[in-house]
């Protein structure tokens, strides 16, 4: 595997910059394969030592947009974890809908007695008459990890509120966030039960996964959505773009042009009628 100078990432590290990696990370937009290696070639020859992160993904996400919104979209996910803040707020309405979406009823900041303490729980999930009760964990920079610490606490709240008055109802406790767990979080996690729900977590379907799957892409995630925007309909509690196809009255309102609007709506579209493994649209735009 070809690699070429250091770049710095976003925690101050440095590691090897390799092509054919993000070449990968392209594919899984929906992109084609050929697409997606012009793409990295592209980018690999803007490298030059010193480049951070931030620089590659702009580079990246500029030449995917010129070949489909749709899988730019796709690309920007992560980072738009990112910007649902600045609270925490939004990312734990983003859960709940999460669990909306597979069949429980939500409800979010609750207070809980536990055996020796009350607890506030961000994201109260119900069905059946049982529970799960999920801890969130909001970051605003990509580098910053969910390490073993965070665990250990999370774990040791589950222990007290399943001892607590509801403790019989409780089924499950997870732990989300918009950002990666060490490998000793997820050991220890997997260890004692604990469910994790982040960039990394399931293995099997992480939280990227979880909003291609159910459709919940986040309105910070439209790449023609001006940040100007989506400051003021995110302070209005309009968190997925799903939401915002309902809002057009609003987007009026708030002096948005009529072209804008129906772009950015049929982006939404394109994206709730897309395939999920291999996004189709984005290759037949091409």
């Known amino acids: 595997m070809k690699k070429y100078n250091q770049i710095k990432k976003s925690t101050g ?6 092509q054919k990696k993000l070449q990968r990370s392209i594919v899984r937009t929906g992109l084609n394969p050929n697409f997606s290696k012009t793409i990295s070639k592209e980018v690999a020859k803007k490298i030059h030592p010193g480049s951070t992160t931030k620089e590659i993904y702009k580079h990246t996400i500029n030449l995917i947009k010129k070949k489909s919104t749709i899988a730019a ?20 309405k983003l859960i709940a809908k999460y669990f909306e979406a597979i069949g429980y009823k ?12 009350t607890h506030e729980v961000d994201v109260v999930a119900t069905k059946d008459g049982s529970s799960l009760y999920t801890e969130c964990k909001f970051h605003n920079n990509g580098g910053r990890k969910n390490d073993i610490k965070v665990a250990l606490y999370v774990k040791a709240r589950w222990d007290d509120l ?4 509801t403790g019989s109802n409780l089924k499950g406790y997870y732990l989300a966030s918009n950002t990666t767990f060490t490998t000793d979080a997820i050991k220890y996690s997997s260890g004692v039960g604990l469910n994790l729900i982040g960039i990394n977590a399931p293995a099997d379907e992480s939280l990227l996964d979880k909003i291609k799957i159910y459709k919940l892409y986040p309105i910070t995630s439209l790449i023609r959505l001006k940040k100007y925007y989506i400051a003021i309909l995110l302070r209005k509690k309009i968190i997925l773009c799903s939401e915002l196809l309902k809002e057009k009255a609003l987007l009026h309102k708030l002096g948005m042009p009529t072209e804008e609007i129906q772009n950015i709506f049929l982006d939404i579209e394109h994206l709730l009628n897309s395939e999920t493994s291999n996004n189709q649209r984005a290759n037949n735009e091409n």
């Open 13 to 18: 590290a440095f590691e090897a910059f390799s």
């Open 73 to 92: 979209t796709h690309y920007s996910l992560k980072k738009s974890l990112l910007e649902l803040g600045p609270t925490g707020y939004e990312f734990e």
């Open 106 to 117: 939500t409800r979010t900041g609750i207070v809980i007695e536990g055996k020796f303490v």
């Open 162 to 165: 399943s001892a607590g008055p």
